[in-house]
């Protein structure tokens, strides 16, 4: 049974989030302040975190950043907010999702299902031991899930890394957002692919030279992306 973590500090939201997910088969704590939320995300054995971003004492974005840092712990972040600014900055400190309130309770069940198995399909695949594709001074290693840039190591979330593997394994070919969502997200008819643009730039940031002239990952405008050979 899958273990879930709510941090959220309305009780009533977090009680109707903990009954529609105990209806479908999980097992869920509650942490109602942002303190008590980070020890929980850090020390518990937690298969996914749904985490609200205002919260008392710590907010969302320092826990996903703190829990983000040692675990690989899929987080869906969840807020009032609809300021593109706030889903970009979840986004990039390695939230796997990010939900605006108010949604449905269904839907949440749906995008955790969804996110769970995606990880687990991913930690239980049996890869080829050892594979590692190389490109112009990239190296990655799929079997242990660690990227080099020039010798030097740099550090991926789980999405970051699925999306650039993917992409390195089927260089020259040209992907819409959406087929990168679909694939990489698992949730075709939920989610939003502003996702895919924002991964897209935290990758960079982390690989190329120079962001505005990159070497490996090309924006094809009207399109896509495609990973050059």
Same mark, same amino acid.
């Given at each position: 049974?899958?273990?879930?973590?709510?941090?959220?500090?309305?009780?009533?939201?977090?009680?109707?989030?903990?009954?529609?997910?105990?209806?479908?088969?999980?097992?869920?704590?509650?942490?109602? *302040?942002?303190?008590?939320?980070?020890?929980?995300? &850090?020390?518990?054995?937690? *298969?996914?975190?749904?985490?609200?971003? +205002? &919260?008392?004492?710590?907010?969302?974005?320092?826990?996903?950043?703190?829990?983000?840092?040692?675990?690989?712990?899929?987080?869906? +972040?969840?807020?009032?907010?609809?300021?593109?600014?706030?889903?970009?900055?979840?986004?990039? &400190?390695?939230?796997?999702?990010?939900?605006?309130?108010?949604?449905?309770?269904?839907?949440?069940?749906?995008?955790?299902?969804?996110?769970?198995?995606? $990880? %687990?399909?991913?930690?239980?695949?049996?890869?080829? %031991?050892?594979?590692?594709?190389?490109?112009?001074?990239?190296?990655?290693?799929?079997?242990?899930?660690?990227?080099?840039?020039?010798?030097? %190591?740099?550090?991926?979330?789980?999405?970051?890394?699925?999306?650039?593997?993917?992409?390195?394994?089927?260089?020259?070919?040209? $992907?819409?957002?959406?087929?990168?969502?679909?694939?990489?997200? *698992? +949730?075709?008819?939920?989610?939003?692919?502003?996702?895919?643009?924002?991964?897209?730039?935290?990758?960079?940031?982390?690989?190329? $030279?120079?962001?505005?002239?990159?070497?490996?990952? %090309?924006?094809?405008?009207?399109?896509?992306?495609?990973?050059?050979?």
């Amino acid at each position: 049974m899958s273990k879930i973590l709510i941090v959220e500090d309305e009780e009533s939201i977090a009680d109707l989030e903990k009954d529609y997910l105990e209806l479908s088969g999980f097992e869920v704590e509650v942490a109602n *302040d942002g303190q008590t939320g980070l020890e929980k995300a &850090l020390s518990g054995d937690f *298969d996914l975190v749904i985490l609200d971003l +205002m &919260l008392p004492g710590v907010d969302g974005f320092e826990i996903c950043r703190k829990v983000r840092a040692e675990k690989n712990t899929p987080i869906i +972040m969840v807020s009032a907010k609809k300021d593109d600014i706030d889903k970009i900055r979840g986004l990039g &400190l390695g939230a796997d999702d990010y939900m605006t309130k108010p949604f449905s309770p269904s839907e949440l069940v749906a995008r955790v299902k969804a996110h769970l198995a995606r $990880y %687990e399909r991913l930690i239980g695949s049996a890869v080829e %031991e050892n594979k590692v594709i190389e490109i112009r001074g990239l190296k990655i290693d799929t079997t242990a899930r660690r990227v080099w840039v020039n010798g030097v %190591e740099k550090n991926f979330t789980t999405k970051e890394f699925d999306l650039l593997t993917f992409l390195a394994s089927h260089p020259n070919h040209v $992907y819409t957002k959406d087929e990168l969502f679909s694939e990489i997200w *698992d +949730m075709e008819s939920i989610g939003d692919i502003a996702t895919v643009t924002v991964h897209i730039k935290k990758i960079r940031e982390k690989i190329e $030279y120079d962001t505005s002239n990159p070497q490996y990952i %090309e924006t094809i405008w009207g399109v896509g992306y495609r990973f050059k050979m």
